[in-house]
């Protein structure tokens, strides 16, 4: 069998030589000098088969002696048994130790060293063993036939055959192997084992003893792909793709690098994962569910004199007024007076509603109530109503406004633009601050005079009618009008632009007077000099007129300008002391106290001064 081996070329035919039945031996290594357990020894390359070989069981033919034949393979020369050379392959040859023979017993054990002769040729099967000479290496007679190893007395089937007991291929040590394709370097060495298997093919054809070196041309060697034991053909070294670090220093130098790169790697995984973490937590706020830290519930109570307090306290007593009527309709706040449920507001609130109009009052708790209305003053800008079937009521405290100073915190409640219970807070601003308001019938009957509380509390559309409070939650004053960034004073007509810081409260002292005058006889006094001033005087001071509204005189007779000897063109500068300026600020003047109360006025007359002393009368309000 061939295993897998090329075999001779096929143009050239197959020629085996003659054997006897049975397996072939190979040859045997040389005895070596050394003992037998000293080593390894190495086996002798297989030579590669000759181009022509006789038919299997007949001798090749004598080529003549010294010259082999013609297409085979030339064999290296036999071991010399004085120290001659032992080939271990092509072109190169190994020496052999002096006094090496070869195994004469046939018992087919061969002892270690180098093979005695390589161009020996196998014998017929069961045929005896060819002697090896009488010297030590001497090869066989030419001509003879030598079988290639002993008889088997087990009748061992030929090797290569299957069976359990093939001997098993040579195994090589694992020591002290050279590398392959280096220069002059011996080929591995081999473990003490049986010799190679034999293939069935025909056997080399012996060379003469001393062949002419020049004249042997190698042949190609088929088989040397698959001798596991022949040398490699030269090759070019391995390189190591970098050197091998073996001292302290380079073993230090290689921990220091592998450190600088673990800590790197470790930075660089530290940042990767700090980045993602750190934009999580800023896109997210956190990891899991959100929880914002709160206060706990607290039910305390707030100081009675702050805004909540005051607001507190007050709330409940306000009530905001839905009035509608003639055509027209519109919203304001008014505040509890008392517990039969009178209600105080202003008049231009209620004016919508006329004789016949309707007016529905809504208190802090939502309730609400029908309101008719009790009386009113467009002079004041003050009314009161009335509600029916209300209980509970809480009327809101009424303070002193003479007691009010700049500066001095307020707060106001009211239902601006109709958001009811709003909550404004601020300073007085001034005191008797002379203002006017109303005039749209065009004949003065319904404008109003006011020495009124100016206050920066914003006040709104809506506030109209609402209480100003002081820090103790009573009333100083009613919210009645604002300076307007078009220039109106109505907060309930043309100054629709909002607050801006200028409100104006009636001052609850004469608020109080009028009420009690509504309430009681459904209409108010005013308090009046007896004069008629001439409105359209351009000079500091107010002048009296030179003749009456409706055509009598300009000083009422018997009344009390006429008793303290004012007449037609004189100019009254001072109230009680304090400077006026025109006509509208001394009929405030006036109307800031009640009739009967006695007033010190300083009259101009021909370029000269004086000061004379009145009791203020009393006409009816409108």
Do not use: C
């Not at 009052?361 to 209300?390: I, M, N, P, Q, W």
């Not at 007691?403 to 601003?429: E, H, K, M, Q, Y």
């Not at 006026?580 to 300083?602: C, M, N, Q, W, Y």
Request: aromatic share 2%; proline share 12%; net charge negative.
């Amino acid at each position: 069998m061939n295993q897998g081996k090329p075999g001779p070329p096929a143009d050239e035919p197959t020629v085996r030589p003659e054997a006897p039945e049975g397996d072939f031996e190979l040859p045997r290594p040389a005895a070596r000098a050394a003992a037998p357990d000293e080593g390894d020894y190495e086996l002798e390359r297989p030579q590669p088969p000759a181009a022509a070989l006789p038919a299997h069981g007949t001798a090749p033919a004598a080529a003549g002696p010294g010259a082999p034949d013609e297409g085979t393979a030339p064999l290296p020369p036999a071991a010399d048994g004085a120290g001659g050379t032992v080939a271990t392959g092509p072109g190169t040859a190994a020496p052999a130790p002096a006094g090496a023979a070869a195994d004469t017993s046939g018992t087919g054990e061969h002892p270690a060293g180098p093979a005695a002769a390589q161009g020996g040729v196998s014998d017929a099967q069961g045929g005896p063993a060819s002697e090896a000479g009488a010297g030590a290496g001497a090869g066989p007679a030419e001509g003879e036939v030598r079988p290639l190893h002993d008889p088997d007395p087990y009748s061992t089937p030929p090797y290569g055959e299957p069976g359990p007991w093939a001997p098993a291929p040579p195994v090589q040590h694992p020591g002290n192997t050279p590398a392959h394709g280096v220069p002059g370097a011996a080929p591995p060495p081999v473990m003490d084992a049986a010799p190679p298997p034999v293939m069935d093919v025909a056997p080399p054809v012996p060379a003469p003893a001393h062949p002419d070196p020049a004249a042997v041309t190698p042949a190609a060697d088929p088989w040397g792909r698959y001798d596991p034991w022949a040398a490699a053909a030269p090759a070019t070294p391995l390189q190591q793709a970098e050197p091998v670090l073996t001292g302290r220093e380079q073993r230090r130098g290689r921990t220091r690098r592998t450190l600088v790169a673990g800590a790197l790697l470790l930075a660089l995984v530290s940042g990767g994962v700090g980045g993602i973490v750190g934009a999580h937590l800023e896109r997210n706020g956190g990891i899991g569910t959100v929880e914002l830290p709160q206060a706990a519930r607290n039910d305390a109570g707030r100081d009675p004199g702050s805004v909540a307090g005051i607001a507190a306290q007050a709330l409940p007593s306000v009530v905001t007024l839905h009035v509608s009527g003639g055509g027209a309709a519109g919203t304001g706040t008014g505040f509890v007076l008392d517990e039969r449920g009178h209600i105080l507001t202003n008049d231009h609130v209620v004016q919508p509603a006329g004789d016949n109009g309707e007016i529905t009052v809504t208190f802090h708790s939502g309730d609400t109530a029908e309101a008719t209305v009790v009386g009113r003053d467009s002079g004041y800008d003050l009314a009161v109503v009335k509600v029916k079937g209300v209980r509970g009521l809480a009327p809101l405290p009424l303070g002193n406004s003479d007691n009010a100073r700049v500066g001095d915190p307020v707060v106001a409640i009211g239902a601006p633009f109709d958001l009811a219970g709003t909550v404004t807070s601020g300073i007085i601003s001034a005191r008797e601050r002379p203002i006017t308001a109303g005039g749209e019938k065009g004949d003065g009957s319904d404008v109003s005079y006011v020495d009124a509380l100016q206050t920066d509390a914003p006040i709104n559309p809506g506030n109209s009618g609402g209480p100003l409070l002081d820090t103790e939650g009573r009333v100083i004053g009613i919210n009645s009008a604002i300076r307007s960034a078009d220039g109106s004073d109505d907060p309930d007509g043309g100054g629709r632009a909002g607050s801006i810081g200028l409100g104006f409260a009636i001052p609850i002292n004469q608020g109080k007077r009028v009420a009690e005058e509504l309430i009681n006889t459904g209409k108010a006094t005013h308090p009046v000099i007896g004069v008629t001033l001439d409105m359209e005087y351009g000079g500091d001071g107010a002048r009296v007129a030179a003749e009456g509204s409706d055509g009598g005189p300009p000083v009422t007779t018997g009344g009390p300008g006429a008793r303290a000897g004012i007449k037609a063109g004189d100019v009254i500068t001072e109230v009680d002391g304090r400077r006026v300026h025109s006509g509208e600020e001394l009929i405030v003047k006036t109307r800031a106290h009640r009739p009967g109360d006695r007033l010190e006025l300083t009259v101009e007359r021909d370029g000269k001064e004086r000061k004379v002393s009145l009791v203020l009368g009393s006409s009816g309000g409108g």
